[in-house]
């Protein structure tokens, strides 16, 4: 009988743990979208392991990604990638261009921040792609997750005037804990 007790309390109590982690969680998404103030024209996007605004205009893109969770979204203005996986980046292919880096916090955690200007190249010998000659400018987060696991947020986009709602996006991002 006793074993019988111990064995249920095992099956529920473990099971009844994990759902109930679930729902937590989900409260917690539910708590966080009920408490940030979406901008008219804006929407949350949620990705599980994290979260940001995003303007309404700028589409899912289906990206699909090999070793890694890839997304893109895009309007005509500008571009977001989103990576992240098991890997380690660096900066070396934005020291070709004008660039500012800078450690940073967002919601609590540290990334490297970068800024690129396309359209100032160091060296006559830089190359620029066909998306880089349509969207000059980029920044973006890179967030180390954990041992070698890394997200990863590039924004291309056209002029200055979208560097506002790139800051915005940028900065609304949530991490799940």
Sequence with gaps: MLFLAVLLFLVFGIFGQKKSSKISKSKTSNSYKSRIQIQ???RLVDLGNFSFLLPEVMKDQNAKGIDSEVWEFKDETMLL????????MGFSEIEEFENQKKTIKIDGTEGHYFYINFLKPKSPNSKIEKEEKEKPFAEGIIFNRGKNFYSYFWIQYKSAENQKIVKNILYSIKFKK
Excluded: L
Aim: net charge positive.
């Design 40 to 42: 008219k024209g804006w």
């Design 81 to 88: 990638m989103i990576d992240s996986g098991m890997y380690k």
